[in-house]
């Protein structure tokens, strides 16, 4: 079984500062996708990471996957108490049917 | 914009009720999933399907059922529902049109409650 370990799992900032949430496996992942769920929602695709070393920019949102293709993180500039949310990462292994999901970090972003 | 939709959002039922969750997707999407999630935590696979006819059982045991006779429908089942299966039920689908391998589009969920 291909484990993905996030971290840290609770995360609550003030608005405006910076963060980083690390996924990190010992397996290999032909591709990485990150999500991020509010309550009582589904999980929103926010990025797909493919190659490895590759570097993604959503707004104010930087995704990087690992040159290995076993780790990435998500980096958020000024945060917003909008980017409030579970943050999960997601692993397609070599056969893409089935995805790996991270445990999860919960932010929160205070006013 | 993601079209895959989940009925009901809540439900509330007492225990011994047989329960049936409807996902469908219109995106022609091969590939369907259903996920389990306790609020705040990570996602465990419950059952998969790569077409019609084909069902799996995930990575966590289920006393749950599916079934996948049309490529836009995967509901799912519980035949005698208990309190252990309370939990929020995700169901998603992915495929090859318009995104990457592994990409996931996923419904609202179905927040069941067994009483």
């Known amino acids: 079984t291909q484990l993905l370990e996030q971290s840290p799992q609770f995360l609550s900032i003030q608005e405006g500062e910076n963060l980083t949430v690390y996924c990190n496996s010992s397996s290999v992942f032909s591709s990485l996708q990150w999500y991020r769920q509010e309550p009582g929602e589904g999980p929103v695709l926010l990025v797909t990471v493919v190659t490895g070393g590759e570097v993604k920019k959503l707004k104010r949102l930087t995704f990087q996957f690992g040159d290995a293709r076993k780790d990435s993180s998500l980096h958020i500039t000024a945060a917003q108490p909008g980017d409030t949310g579970l943050y999960l990462c997601a692993g397609a292994g070599t056969n893409a049917g089935k995805s790996t999901f991270g445990d999860g970090t919960t932010l929160t972003v205070k006013p | 914009e993601a079209d895959i939709y989940q009925t009901p959002r809540y439900l509330v039922i007492g225990t011994g009720k047989k329960i049936t969750l409807e996902c469908s997707q219109t995106?022609?999407?091969?590939?369907m999933y259903w996920y389990q999630q306790d609020p705040g935590m990570e996602l465990h696979l419950i059952h998969y399907?790569?077409?019609?006819?084909?069902?799996e059982k995930g990575d966590l045991s289920s006393e749950s059922t599916v079934s996948r006779i049309r490529t836009e429908h995967f509901p799912l089942t519980l035949e005698s529902a208990r309190p252990s299966h309370t939990s929020q039920y995700l169901c998603?689908?992915?495929?090859?049109?318009?995104?990457?391998?592994?990409?996931?589009?996923f419904g609202e969920g179905s927040r069941l409650t067994v009483l």
């Open positions: 998603a689908s992915s495929g090859p049109t318009g995104g990457a391998a592994g990409e996931l589009f």
């Open positions: 399907s790569y077409g019609v006819n084909s069902t």
């Open positions: 995106m022609g999407h091969d590939k």
